[in-house]
């Protein structure tokens, strides 16, 4: 019987390829390639494109509302224009019938030259007058008769008369008016008095204390009392 002889080479070389362990393929290899993200190039293009369309939205809701301004702005300046310019309608349309009493007055006396019936036309149209500016708040400064006042008198003059208290007014040269609670003209006046030296001082006086006030309502902000 014969045995089978294998070459102790080959004997050795088919066991130590028995013995080796298979090669390990590590575990990242068998996992999918991932996909490679958006560039950012990309991305930054992107959200320029987004900014640049707010910023053309946000100017021309800029403009549109800076060109309604500029309108609203010169509506308002006409208004005020003519407010300004016809601020004195009413008043001037409340005048209007004076002035036609007038005229037919004047000319009724040029005609007929009849000075009682003038006269009394001439009053009842000055009533009427009053009545419309004392109802706008036009009120006159009493003064005749009244103790000096610098603040609703402006003295012209100082002389001394008999049976009068010094500084009383005697005479009423040109009638004084206040608006509401405004003096908007002195009432030009001769006062009593007794002596030149109290002339000089009350005259004084007077023109001081108009300037001074006059001085305050001029000042920028101020507001009329």
């Not at 005020?80 to 004047?106: G, K, Q």
């Not at 040029?110 to 419309?132: C, D, N, P, Q, T």
Request: glycine share 4%; no cysteine; charged share 35%.
């Amino acid at each position: 019987m014969t045995e089978n002889i294998v070459p102790k080479n080959e004997e050795l070389e088919k066991k130590g390829s028995e013995e080796l362990p298979a090669a390990e393929v590590p575990e990242e290899a068998l996992l999918p390639a991932p996909t490679e993200p958006p560039s950012e190039i990309e991305s930054l293009k992107a959200k320029i494109a987004e900014l640049e369309k707010s910023v053309e939205l946000y100017k021309d809701q800029f403009l549109r509302k800076a060109a309604e301004f500029e309108n609203f702005k010169k509506r308002m300046e006409n208004e005020y224009l003519n407010i300004t310019r016809f601020a004195n309608e009413a008043l001037i349309t409340e005048i209007l019938p004076v002035i036609d009493d007038l005229t037919r007055s004047l000319m009724a006396g040029k005609a007929r030259r009849e000075f009682g019936a003038f006269y009394k036309g001439v009053e009842l149209i000055h009533s009427k007058l009053m009545k419309i500016l004392e109802a706008r708040g036009l009120k006159p400064i009493e003064a005749l008769g009244q103790e000096f006042n610098v603040d609703y008198h402006e003295a012209l003059m100082q002389m001394p008369k008999e049976k009068v208290a010094p500084h009383t007014v005697i005479e009423e040269v040109e009638k004084g008016y206040m608006l509401h609670d405004k003096v908007i003209r002195h009432a030009k006046v001769i006062v009593s008095g007794d002596s030149e030296e109290t002339d000089r001082a009350t005259l004084g006086e007077s023109t001081e204390k108009k300037d001074e006030m006059k001085g305050r309502d001029e000042k920028p902000g101020k507001e009329n009392r």
